[in-house]
């Protein structure tokens, strides 16, 4: 195929070219960051492409180099100042184009000011709204300054919050909007009109993660009685197996000593390299080379019995938690040890 020079070609196509004229080694590194269908994709495309004038080459970088010169404005100082100096430096009607272009092919999120915002000074200005709106509202932020929030929130209102989250589906736009009219967004003229995947299960265990362990204790607790289905499906994803590389030397030797070497093989059979180094090493020299023969000899076994296995040894790292005899390291409060 060769690549024309008008306005027919496909976001994959421009990015296809863009990678041939970058070259392998940077071309490489770009697709580190890529999903893999993505790759797949890309690669077919760069396949197809037999020639590329000069012209349609130069077409392709600039427009990289101005969307991601919008990029860097709107990181510096959101929309406004982005479509500010865009218009300074290519005019008004190349300046809407380029933010056009930018805001439909990333998606950029609503409360783009609120995620520069301290933490504290956000918390002033929504505690005191209705719990639906401050869960709207954390979807967006990272789990950091979600989990300040939170934990911060009247105890009576820290499950009803997180609930709200974890089952939270599509908001309106036009709700979108309305809650950034009230926090005075900058954003609220540029709001995806499509209905906004936001909140979910995943979002909320993320959160929770981050918090103190004491406030999450205090919610699951809560969510246990309101929505035990919720608070299982919460719970079975808030420390998976691989996270045990989190324990230091000390607590995973804790751990294995109250597990069944039987479920032992079987969860390490679904492990990646850096895990089972991670188990061997706090196994006597004599009994990992037990567990490897028996692993090797195991054969093929079914994913239900592994992840069966793997959530058994959760359970202990869980309860030993919860009675104070090993820390995981998180990210919140949970760090600090006197």
Sequence with gaps: ????????????????????????????????????????????????????SPQVKEDVINEFYEICLAQQYIAEGGIGYAKELLEKALGSEKALDVIGKL???????????VRKTDATQLLSFIQDEHPQTIALILSYLSPSQSAMIISALPQENQAD????????????????????????????????????????????VEILNTTDRGTEKHIMEIL???????????????????????????????VLRDVDNNDLELALKG???????????????????????????????????????????????????????????RGGGDEVIV
């Design 1 to 52: 195929m060769a690549a024309s020079n008008d306005n027919s070609m496909t976001g994959t196509q421009k990015a296809a070219i863009l990678l041939i004229t970058l070259g392998p080694e940077m071309s490489s590194a770009v697709f580190k960051h890529l999903k893999e269908e993505e790759i797949e994709d890309l690669t077919l495309e760069i396949a197809n492409t037999r020639s590329v």
């Design 224 to 254: 246990e009685i309101e929505d035990p289905e919720l608070a299982d499906e919460i719970r079975k994803k808030m420390f998976v197996f691989e996270d045990i590389l989190l324990l230091d030397n000390k607590a995973i030797q804790r």
């Design 103 to 113: 805001t439909a092919s990333l998606q950029v999120k609503p409360f783009e000011f």
């Design 271 to 329: 492990t990646n390299e850096e895990v089972q180094n991670a188990i061997f090493t706090n196994l006597s020299k004599r009994l990992a080379e037990m567990i490897k023969e028996d692993m090797e000899f195991m054969g093929p076994v079914r994913m239900k019995d592994v992840e069966d296995a793997q959530q058994k040894i959760v359970n202990i790292i869980r309860k030993l938690e919860d009675s104070g005899e090993i820390i995981i390291s």
């Design 161 to 204: 919050v997180a609930r709200r989250i974890a089952t939270m589906d599509r908001t309106s736009p036009d709700v979108i909007q309305e809650v950034e009219r009230v926090l005075e967004s900058k954003l609220a003229n540029l709001v995806n009109q499509d209905y906004t995947q936001i909140g979910g299960v995943d979002q909320v």
